[in-house]
């Protein structure tokens, strides 16, 4: 739990006090690697701080799956749209691998507000950090050609993520078709 701490520390400087009664909001829970934590149509009540595993959002669209977001180790995740609004999900969150995480309710993170105004700071800056993650995507999905956007991909995304995934789910992410990666990679192999 101590990369939750450091993870606030990063933002906000926080007493023992506020660390303490952040920490008894926090619930434990491990998903099992391909289990659903958020499914479309439900409301995401909960941002994940993940200790360990990998995890991912996406939604079907004809069936397919578009990924939208991943995240992994020291991270957080949750379907954004869903949690923030209080609304059923058009997305899914499921675990890749076994993650062990702690959870924080949306009540919870109000409660918090409330009684350390300080934590909304810590709210403002993931509201901004999750929308320029959009901004930046958007602009890389409508400015990149797919070699581009692999070579991004590589350069920022985490080590853990880029070798914890099939290819055909990095292809979605990035907009692409798995065969088209598969060429790129081979591509960038040769040269």
Known sequence: MEYIRRLLKMHLSISEIEWETFQQHLVYR???AKSLVVREGMMAQNIYFIESGLM???YLEDGKEINT???CDGALITVFSSFLRQKASFEYLEAVEKSKTYSLSYD???RLYAQFPKFERFGRI???QNYL???DRTMLMQTRTAKQRYLDFIETADSKIIQ???LYQIASFLGTAPESLSRIRRELVRS
């Open 164 to 166: 914890g995934l099939p």
């Open 30 to 32: 491990e998903f099992e």
């Open 133 to 135: 993650c959009v901004l």
């Open 126 to 128: 993931l509201a901004e």
């Open 108 to 110: 919870a993170l109000y």
């Open 69 to 71: 977001y991943f995240s």
């Open 56 to 58: 991912r959002s996406y």
